[in-house]
């Protein structure tokens, strides 16, 4: 990744920017997800705040998890 003035400076189509993210730990299982969504939904809060945005301006929202079968991308 680069800085938005570094990649506008050397004339490079800006084509996303990254605008903040969280990562957190609920201590349930090490490769299990709850199947509530709690400790995804609240890293999800937590990265929406990190970013200054609400929820309608967010059009991708990659979620990377330890897990083998369950990583997902969340289109919000």
Avoid at 11 to 26: F, R, S, T, W
Avoid at 63 to 75: A, G, N, R, W
């Amino acid at each position: 990744m680069e800085s938005l003035e570094h990649a506008m400076k050397r004339g490079a189509p800006i084509i996303a920017e990254y605008m903040g993210g969280a990562v957190n730990c609920d201590a349930y299982h090490m490769t299990d997800p709850r199947s509530d969504g709690l400790g995804v939904s609240s890293c999800i809060e937590s990265s929406l705040e990190d970013a200054g945005v609400s929820p309608e301006e967010v059009l991708l929202f990659p979620l990377m998890q330890s897990s083998y079968h369950d990583e997902t991308c969340l289109i919000l």
